[in-house]
């Protein structure tokens, strides 16, 4: 996949705190948006040549509108990103194709 401006989008699975809450998105997106600091957007639309394309998996344990963290801690996050499952999430999610 490359985006209209040539980039190629990357993989991540990032924290953003949320008034006083952590929230993990595990996406493809581009490059800028993965980029650490204390302001930062895990925006996951990528600008195709005839549109836009979009995908995420958001981790809560509650639904809208009280969402709540599906990790007790960014400790937690980290020691899942260790396991089967997260590696074969990261793996489905790569093998998207758009066209």
């Known amino acids: 996949m490359r985006e209209v401006d040539g980039t190629t989008p990357m993989f991540g699975f990032i924290v953003e705190n949320v008034v006083g809450d952590d929230w993990y998105v595990m996406a493809v997106m581009h490059p800028r948006n993965l980029q650490e600091g204390d302001v930062g957007s895990h925006c996951t639309l990528l600008r195709m040549g005839?549109?836009?394309?979009?995908?995420?998996?958001?981790?809560?344990?509650?639904?809208?509108?009280?969402?709540?963290?599906?990790?007790?801690?960014?400790?937690?996050?980290?020691?899942?990103?260790?396991?089967?499952?997260?590696?074969?999430?990261?793996a489905l999610i790569m093998s998207l194709k758009y066209s």
């Open 50 to 90: 005839n549109g836009g394309a979009q995908n995420w998996v958001i981790f809560n344990q509650t639904p809208y509108p009280s969402p709540k963290s599906a990790f007790p801690s960014r400790q937690a996050a980290k020691a899942w990103m260790a396991t089967a499952q997260y590696a074969q999430l990261k």
